[in-house]
């Protein structure tokens, strides 16, 4: 049982360039979204999604894409990157009756 | 999601008990309160969660007064290890809920 998994550890991309973050969790869980925290700050949240499908928008949702195709996988796609995007991203998972949620190791992004 | 309010930075002593009050005056009947903690360079780990009174356990204990506008997370005998960032969460429709997360109270246990 590996919980949540995300790829790639660490990305440098240059302004303009795309990218997809990958997320996936073995936990059977509905309920799964994608953070960003910035330097000292809380998280904010990207996109989540309460089953294969169905996705929404959280607070930060400009500049990112989702979907969710299989239970199993919730990736972030980055259309067009910007300095701005400079962050650690998280994704999480939890099933939809409760708040227990299940965070994965990050993925650290710099974008020049 | 009812907004909540949690000091932004305290120090302790090793050893000795730690007690973070989150404020959450708009609480409605349904919300359920749960606690995370962050350490440096990882995501958010649940801790505690709960809707009255007191709930224990092995980590911290939960404590919430009968009219549920504050809480208070109890972390007895704290180490070093538990220098990390806390942050409390309000809200009840665990189904569709955005969980949102402010910016926390970050712990400091001094040696």
């Known amino acids: 049982n590996a919980g949540v998994t995300q790829t790639p550890k660490f990305q440098v991309l240059k302004t303009g360039q795309s990218m997809t973050l990958q997320c996936a969790q073995d936990?059977?869980?509905?309920?799964m979204s994608w953070y960003r925290q910035d330097p000292g700050m809380g998280l904010r949240l990207i996109h989540y999604?309460?089953?294969?499908?169905?996705?929404d928008q959280g607070e930060v949702p400009n500049g990112y894409n989702v979907s969710r195709s299989t239970t199993e996988d919730f990736p972030l796609r980055l259309l067009s990157a910007a300095p701005s995007q400079t962050s650690v991203y998280f994704c999480?998972?939890?099933?939809?009756?409760?708040?227990?949620?299940?965070f994965g190791p990050g993925t650290r992004l710099t974008v020049t | 999601l009812a907004k909540t309010t949690q000091p932004i930075s305290m120090d302790s002593y090793e050893g000795q008990e730690v007690n973070i009050t989150c404020s959450h005056n708009n609480i409605a009947t349904n919300d359920y309160i749960t606690w995370y903690q962050q350490f440096p360079s990882q995501g958010p780990r649940f801790i505690i969660q709960g809707y009255k009174t007191k709930v224990t356990n092995e980590v911290a204990s939960l404590f919430i007064p009968a009219d549920r506008k504050s809480s208070t997370l109890s972390l007895p005998r704290v180490s070093l290890s538990d220098t990390a960032v806390y942050y409390c969460l309000v809200g009840s429709n665990f189904g569709n809920e955005k969980l949102t997360f402010g910016t926390g109270t970050r712990l400091t246990i001094i040696p």
């Open positions: 936990m059977n869980h509905e309920y």
């Open positions: 999480a998972s939890r099933p939809l009756d409760s708040y227990e949620q299940y």
């Open positions: 999604s309460v089953g294969a499908g169905i996705t």
